[in-house]
RNA sequence: GCCGAACAUUUUG
């Protein structure tokens, strides 16, 4: 326990096997360390296999041993195993929560299948699950890098009326959508009606901005805003 | 309640 909670997964699996070759009974908490563990590590392939195991001794994995699985299966970009996984936790009744939604709705972004998390995001908020600021923010992040400005501009303003508070993740990647379109007088008013909100900008939000502008060649604005980040106290990474 | 989810710059040297 104590080693995955300082992420050291290396560790926690080699305890894990110090385990197996003691031929020690493994609670089914281990194995939910382990499979959290390995997901990080990318090692899907070797998770699955151990919530297999669990299954088969009759353990019942909880949801979050799944939705870190299927967030684990996008990560490497095996979209099929995900919603494979996925329909597996319908069919087996567990009721999907605001973070499994919010995972498989970034995962399809990422994979490049935002329509589809559009989609998902429609069903979810159907069905009475909690859609929050995460889901929203993974689809105008993924309509933003698809150059989709309009629609992410239009998801963004959804929230508003949805009544999601829009925090600084859903600022930032609306102002990257809008940078990368080098459509930066808007990210900069955009900037601005963030702080109107009393949305207070972050490192990430200054970067976006900074780097858009030195790409729009707009280097004096771009010093400036430096300058603006460094008043307040924001520390560059 | 806990565990599981989102945004930038860089990324072989």
Redesign the pocket.
Known sequence: QAFHSERRYDRTLSLFQEMIDRKLRIPPHAY??VI?GLC?EEKVNEAHRLLDDMLNKGYIP???????LI?AFFKVNNKEQALVLLKQVEDKGYRL???????VI?GLC?VGEVEKAKEFLGQSRETGLDV????Y??II?GLG?AGKIKEAEEVFEEMLERGCVR????F??FI?GLCKAAEMDTAMAVLRDMEKEGCEP????Y??LI?GLFKSHKSEEALKLWDEMIDRGITP?
Request: proline share 0%; charged share 20%.
């Open positions: 939910n360390l959290c990080n909880n949801l979050a041993i799944y939705t870190a967030d929560d605001k973070v499994t939604c919010s995972t970034n990422k929050n600021a995460f889901s923010c993974s992040d890098k925090n600084a993740h859903c930032n990647a990257d972050t490192v990430y939000t970067t976006i780097d990474t």
